[in-house]
C-alpha cells in the first residue's frame, strides 16, 4: 500500500516502507505483521505507563462522553481547572498556568510571556540568552531559543539572535580546562553577558539536563547557581521541563531537586501520561500580576491555541498524575534508574562507544570512531539507519538522535523488561562495529 505521510527527521530515500504498527500493549508496540517491538524511547520520551494502560484510557473515554472540547476563550472547564490547581501545588512558587499543545507552543509562550511582561512593566528588556546545544523545539521561536546546529543550520537566516553560553559538556569542552574550571568557565560567561547587556529579558535552559542537543547532565548546582545570577541581574529565569519533567530525570519536579525556582516553566510530554497532545506553561506571581490592569492597557497575554485546555487532555493528565501518588512512581523510578546505571561499565567498554551520559530514566550513548580523539563517526555511515534496524532483529524500538543512542523508556518499565531492553542495546551496538 502506498504511503502518503512524510516522516519527522528522516531521509525519505533511505526508506522503502516503514512498518505499520497496529496495537500497543505495555512496554510493547505490535505491528501488522505480527512483529513485537519494545519502546525503548517511550514514544518519542512522553509514554510514562506503557501502551493501553486501562486506567488512562478509561479516564479518556469518561470524559468523551460529557465534554470532548470547549475554548478556553472566556470559557473554562471543570478539568483545566482541576490540572491547573494540581500542577500549582506540585510546582512550588508557581501561580498560574497557560495551557498549550506541544512543547514547542509551550517554549514560545515562555518567550513571548517574558518579552511582554517586560513591556508591561515599561522596562526595555528584548534579549534571550540560553545555553549552547540546547533545544527547546522545533517552531521558529524555540530553533532561536534552542539552536542545535545539526538540526536548524538551514533556517538560520529567519532566526533572531540569541546570546549563548558554553554548555557544562565534560565529555566534549575545550582542551585546558579540569571540569571543575570549565563549570566555572560556563557560570562566568553568563555573567559576563549579563553585565555587559542590560537588555536581557531572560535565560532559557533546559532543567537537569540536556537532551536532544547531545544528552548533557549538569553537574552539581550549576542550575542553582544560574537561578542565583538571574536574580542578581533582574533577569528572568525559564526553565524548559518538557522532556526532563515528571520523574524522567529522578524527581517529579526537577527545578525542585535542582534548588533553582524559575520565573515561567513548561511541562509536555509526559504530562498526560504520553497519551494525548497537552502542554503546560507556569508563571510565578510576579509575571502573572504585570498582565493584570485595564482593557484599554491592552496587558493581556497576546497568545492563544484553539484547543488551549482541552477537556479531554486535561482529563488524562489528572488520571496520570493520580497514578503516580498510587503507584508510587518517583520511588520506583529511582530503582530503576540505578538498574540502568549498573550497565554503564559494560557499555562504556564497547569499542564504538565514547561516552555514556545518565541520569533518571534516561541514557545518552555517544559513539564514535576513535576514543582517544572522540571522533564522530561520518554520516555516510548511516549509523542513524543501521542502529534502528539492528535494535530492530532483537525486538527493541530504537531511535538515535545522529551518533547518540537515546535510552528514554516508558517510566514504569519493570526490572525484567529494562533487563531485556539494555541487554539488546547492547547486543545492537556490538553487531553494528564493523559498518562503522
Known sequence: MRSFVWHPYTQMGDWKKFDVISKGKGMWLYDTDGNSLMDS??????????????????????????????????????????????LITLAPQMHKVFYSD????????SAKMALQYWHNIDKKK??????????????????????????????????FPVLRTPSPNRYRMPKGYSY?????????????????????AAFVMESGAQLAGGVVVYPKDFQKKVSKLCKKHDVLFILDEIATGFGRLGSMIEYQAQQSIPDIVSYGKMLSGGYLPLAATLANKKVYDSFL????????????????????????????????KKYNLIYK????????????????????????????MMMGIELVT?????????????????IFTEAKKHGIYQRTLGNIIMIVPPLAISEQELDYMMRGIIKTIKNVTHLA
Open 180 to 200: 571543575e574550571d570549565f563549570q566555572e568557565h560556563c557560570i562566568d560567561s553568563i555573567e559576563k553577558i549579563f553585565v555587559k547587556n542590560s537588555d536581557i
Open 102 to 109: 506541544d512543547g514547542s507552543t509551550a517554549m514560545e509562550i
Open 370 to 386: 576513535d576514543k582517544s580523539k572522540k571522533t564522530p563517526i561520518s554520516p555516510d555511515k548511516k549509523i542513524p539507519q543501521k
Open 41 to 86: 524511547v517511550a514514544s518519542m520520551w512522553c509514554n510514562v505507563w506503557g501502551h493501553s494502560n486501562k486506567e488512562l484510557t478509561k479516564a479518556m473515554i469518561k470524559q468523551t462522553k460529557t465534554l470532548q472540547h470547549s475554548s478556553l476563550f472566556n470559557l473554562t472547564n471543570d478539568k483545566a481547572e482541576s490540572l491547573a490547581r494540581e
Open 333 to 360: 523510578i529511582k530503582k530503576r534508574a540505578a538498574q540502568m546505571q549498573s550497565y554503564i561499565d559494560t557499555i562504556s567498554g564497547l569499542k564504538l562507544v565514547g561516552d555514556v551520559r545518565h541520569k533518571g
Open 126 to 159: 528584548t534579549k534571550f540568552v540560553s545555553l549552547e546545544n540546547g533545544y527547546h523545539g522545533d517552531t521558529i521561536g524555540t530553533m532561536s531559543l534552542g539552536y542545535v546546529p545539526l538540526f536548524f543550520s538551514k533556517f538560520k537566516s529567519v532566526l
Open 293 to 324: 490592569g485595564e482593557y484599554k492597557d491592552m496587558k493581556h497575554f497576546f497568545h492563544g491555541h484553539t484547543f488551549t485546555g482541552n477537556p479531554l487532555a486535561c482529563a488524562t493528565a489528572l488520571s496520570n498524575i493520580s497514578l503516580y
